[in-house]
Nanobody
Framework: QVQLVESGGGLVQPGGSLRLSCVAS????????ISWYRQAPGKERELVAS????????NYADSVKGRFTISRDNFKNTVYLQMNSLKVDDTAMYSC????????????WGQGTQVTVSS
C-alpha cells in the first residue's frame, strides 16, 4: 500500500534551519509529483512546495520562496524540504502528499512531522 513517512521536524530558533524528509513506498515514486503541505493550529492547510517526478520543475508558496528548497532522490524514494531562515510563522505540522490514479484524484498523506520555530 502507499506509504509516506516524514521525519526531520523539531524545535528550532528563528533564523535556524531544518531538513525534512519524506520516504515513499507502494507506488512508482519516479513517476510521481510530490508536494509538501503544512497546517498550523487554527489555520487551513497550505501548499508549501511541490516537485515534478524528475525534479526538473519546482513550485513554492510565496511565503517560503528564497528560504525553502524542495528536492528529491529517486534512487532513495525520498523527497526533501530544506528550510532555512525559519520564522515563527513557519510553525506547523508538515506533511507530504502524492496524488495517484486516474486524473490523480486519490490523495495520500503521511502522518506529518511537527516544526516549531520559537525562541
Amino acid at each position: 500500500q502507499v506509504q509516506l513517512v516524514e521525519s526531520g521536524g523539531g524545535l528550532v530558533q528563528p533564523g535556524g534551519s531544518l531538513r525534512l524528509s519524506c520516504v515513499a513506498s507502494g507506488f512508482i515514486f519516479s513517476s510521481s509529483d510530490i508536494s509538501w503541505y503544512r497546517q498550523a493550529p487554527g489555520k487551513e492547510r497550505e501548499l508549501v512546495a511541490s516537485i515534478s517526478s524528475t525534479g526538473g520543475s519546482t513550485n513554492y508558496a510565496d511565503s517560503v520562496k528564497g528560504r525553502f528548497t524542495i528536492s528529491r532522490d529517486n534512487f532513495k524514494n525520498t523527497v526533501y524540504l530544506q528550510m532555512n531562515s525559519l520564522k515563527v510563522d513557519d510553525t506547523a505540522m508538515y506533511s507530504c502528499n502524492v496524488k495517484l490514479g486516474l486524473f490523480r484524484r486519490t490523495s495520500y498523506w503521511g502522518q506529518g512531522t511537527q516544526v516549531t520555530v520559537s525562541s
